[in-house]
């Protein structure tokens, strides 16, 4: 990745999106539908491509293909998030790749989002359109320490501990998390929580809180056995957090 002082931003302007896909129909389909949205989209077929364009101008989003040729999307993802200047730039996965473990791979490895092909258009315009919103505002923070049994959660300083065990989470687990605790056994819809933590109104058939729940789950048990029993699936309804049972 280039230096920090080779990249740029314009403040106020249209927000540009870059897509990196090797498939030129899909790409230049979604390119098109993002800039009749009234976007700045811009298509590459391969990570050099991508790479040489932020050194001109820093995206506001990044969409990513997995399977591309010479640098795959989730190596394109890591060097985004290890770059001080995009390492907070928010990036959807578009992949056809749409196994439960690819997509736990791509959240975990810093993706803002995830949408397996096909996709429709309306909806990837949704989804940007959230991203796009919940990297502008400004936080608004409750109380600052949030406590359900083992699980400590800390607002200012961002973290989270079960058991006294430290848990890394990414950004859209601890807000998943942040959400169910400062509503604590009250049960919230997945239209609640994709609204509440991803800012999306059209839900579609996503799985997105599915997955985030599964792999909060998984987190917060490796750290303290029995800490992921506090969030719990209230079924056909959606999620809370409680204590068990």
């Known amino acids: 990745m280039p230096k920090s002082n080779a990249y740029a931003r314009i403040e106020g302007s249209t927000p540009v999106i870059y897509y990196v896909e090797d498939d030129t129909n899909i790409r230049d389909l979604a390119v098109y539908a993002l800039r009749q949205a009234g976007f700045e989209a811009r298509g590459y077929a391969s990570a050099t491509e991508f790479f040489n364009a932020c050194r001109k101008r820093l995206p506001e989003l990044v969409l990513l293909d997995i399977m591309l040729p010479e640098m795959d999307g989730m190596e394109i993802l890591r060097r985004v998030r290890h770059d001080p200047d995009m390492k907070n730039t928010p990036v959807m996965m578009l992949t056809a790749k749409d ?24 909806e990837l315009v949704s989804r940007v359109n959230a991203l796009l919103r919940r990297a502008s505002a400004p936080a608004s923070l409750p109380d600052d320490t949030l406590v359900c049994g083992p699980i400590h959660l800390c607002v200012s300083a961002h973290t989270v501990e079960a058991g006294g065990t430290s848990v890394a989470l990414t950004l859209k687990e601890f807000d998943l998390l942040r959400m169910l605790m400062a509503n604590e056994d009250r049960v919230l819809s997945r239209s609640q929580l994709l609204e509440g933590v991803w800012d999306i109104t059209y839900a579609g058939e996503t799985r997105t809180v599915d997955v985030h729940i599964q792999t909060l789950r998984q987190k917060l048990a490796a750290a303290c056995p029995g800490a992921d029993e506090y969030i719990a699936t209230v079924y056909g309804v959606g999620y809370c957090i409680r204590r068990p049972s």
């Open 99 to 122: 196994t439960e473990f690819d997509t736990v791979s791509g959240l975990d490895a810093g993706a803002d989002d995830y949408l397996a092909k096909p996709f429709g258009m309306m």
